[in-house]
């Protein structure tokens, strides 16, 4: 699938001044602040919903008394940013192209432009004041390395700030200003239950248009994907969206908060698709960064995909079952050590039916590390309960780093042995495996398989996305050593059912499934 161009709604003007210059949130969670105080985080919906009547829009004239209501606690934010220039260590330059300054300095002076040790960036953005004491909910992304933050009122106040805690893997900042004290406050409502084509509002700071506010609806839910994190469950809106809408919030018809207003498509692909991230997954970590600054998340060390419904009826299951397929496993991690198997499928997490893949990362995600996940999983059709002992989630950057040992090279053409490769009615040639080769590979002792030496255009193999030099591990969750092997459980299949594969490309392995032709498909 062709993934969508996303940006981030920041509004950065980045401009460098020639100038040398100096565990799961729960709403009721207290905790002492900087004031002395005990002031609750943040405020709940449900504490507002009998004097906040619902707005009936179709019949409603103006949403203005609404919008009186809420713009107050809305807020604009400015920050900068000071950078040490890269060659710092060099105290002048020559000429650069299509510098003005150049000529000038040289003829005057006669020394190149003198470069400045340090310069600034400035950007903006938008939030909302969670509280009287001054915590003010935005995105990551837009406090991120700021070194100076200023927020600004509608009633035209100005406060310096302080970032409290950032989480980049959902985009949610936490900042507090200075010396803030009767501040006006949102409430959070329920995101889980927005529903699509649910009205809401957008505020913000667009393009430094202060408390613009947009009108539309919940185009849809749950979208994954978005900025590329695991946690990605935005909520999509066509209020419009515009840079320096981010961190501002989206409210519904009761004048709750509903979601943070994040990201949107890039005007060149497309209009009226903006993304914001819904405010219960705020929520979840919003006690963390106020004591610690940053986000702990539970960790299971698997890799998980949806359960397809042509993985499901390769592995026997009923139709329509729903579930996340465990494709891998880290031996010392804690799934590991529990005893989950690659092919095992999650259908249920601490008694609560589980539908995807992207819904159990989250979910064990908000796990408090060390805390207990007791998993239901099915295993060659029968269900199976086991207990894990959730870890500590690396952060995003560790993972990319090397989580998963790296894997070889795919083996070229001198890689096959020498001699035909078998044909498989999959659409692929198969090789054995020879010493060499699984060395190249880098394959643990012992690890045996099937090469697939060739993929035949327009074959099942292609289509279920096969690929020359990976190796098949299992074919139907039995093991395979032989092309021989290969073979004879693929032709125990009829045409139309499904053969899952277990297969390993470079360091991941994957169960791929592959529906065999019928005889009226085949050209």
């Known amino acids: 699938m062709r993934r969508l161009a996303i940006i981030l709604t920041t509004l950065g003007a980045f401009i460098a001044l020639l100038v040398a210059c100096s565990p799961e949130g729960r709403a009721e969670s207290r905790t002492k602040a900087e004031s ?251 006690p963390q960064l106020r004591e610690k600054g940053k986000v702990a998340r539970g960790y299971l060390g698997v890799t998980v995909s949806d359960l397809t419904a042509d993985l499901a009826q390769g592995f026997g299951l009923p139709e329509g079952q729903k579930g996340a397929v465990i494709q891998q496993v880290q031996p010392k991690a804690p799934a590991g050590k529990a005893g989950l198997h690659p092919g095992d499928v999650v259908v249920a997490l601490n008694g609560k039916p589980v539908e995807g893949s992207g819904q159990l990362t989250r979910s064990v995600s908000s796990i408090p590390p ?34 998963v040992p790296e894997g070889g090279e795919e083996p070229g053409e001198e890689a096959v042995p020498e001699g035909k490769p078998k044909d498989v009615k999959l659409g692929v040639k198969l090789a054995p495996l020879s010493a060499e080769m699984a060395k190249d590979l880098k394959l643990e002792p012992g690890e045996k398989g099937v090469l697939v030496a060739e993929v035949v255009p327009d074959s099942p193999a292609e289509r279920a996305g096969l690929q020359r030099g990976d190796l098949i591990l299992e074919v139907g969750k039995e093991k395979v050593s032989k092309p021989e092997q290969v073979v004879a459980a693929v032709s125990k299949q009829k045409p139309g059912q499904v053969v899952v594969l277990r297969v390993k490309r470079g360091p991941a392995a994957l169960f791929v499934p592959v529906r065999l032709e019928k005889a009226d498909e085949k050209k």
């Not at 060390?370 to 239901?376: N, T």
């Open 370 to 403: 060390g805390g207990k996940a007791s998993l239901q999983v099915l295993r060659d059709g029968k269900k199976k309960d086991i207990a894990v002992t959730v870890g500590t989630r690396p952060d995003e950057e560790s993972l990319a780093r090397g989580e």
């Open 36 to 286: 002395g105080s005990t002031e609750q985080l943040w405020r709940e919906a449900a504490a507002v919903q009998e004097t906040t009547a619902a707005v009936n829009v179709p019949n409603q004239a103006s949403l203005a008394p609404l919008i009186k209501q809420l713009k107050p606690a809305v807020v604009n934010i400015y920050t900068t940013t000071t950078m040490k220039h890269p060659r710092v260590r060099t105290p002048h330059r020559g000429p650069q192209p299509g510098d003005p300054w150049s000529d000038f300095f040289e003829r005057f002076f006669g020394q190149p432009m003198p470069m400045p040790e340090e310069f600034r960036s400035n950007s903006l953005g938008s939030g909302f004041v969670l509280n009287k004491e001054g915590f003010v909910l935005t995105n990551n992304h837009v406090v991120k390395d700021a070194t100076d933050i200023r927020v600004k009122l509608s009633d035209g106040r100005e406060f310096k700030a302080k970032v409290v805690g950032r989480d980049p893997a959902i985009d949610v900042g936490l900042i507090k200003l200075t010396d803030a004290k009767d501040l006006p406050t949102v409430a959070l409502g329920d995101s889980d239950k927005v529903e699509q084509g649910d009205f809401v509002l957008a505020m913000g700071n667009p393009f430094n248009l202060n408390g613009s506010v947009s009108f539309g609806i919940v185009s849809a839910k749950d979208r994954p994907g978005v900025t590329g994190s695991s946690f990605d469950d935005f909520i999509q809106t066509d209020a419009a969206i515009n840079p320096g809408n981010s961190g501002g919030p989206l409210f519904n018809m009761r004048g709750e908060v509903v979601g943070i207003n994040t990201a949107i498509v890039s005007p060149q692909i497309g209009q009226g698709i903006g993304f914001a991230v819904p405010i219960n997954l705020a929520k979840q970590v919003l």
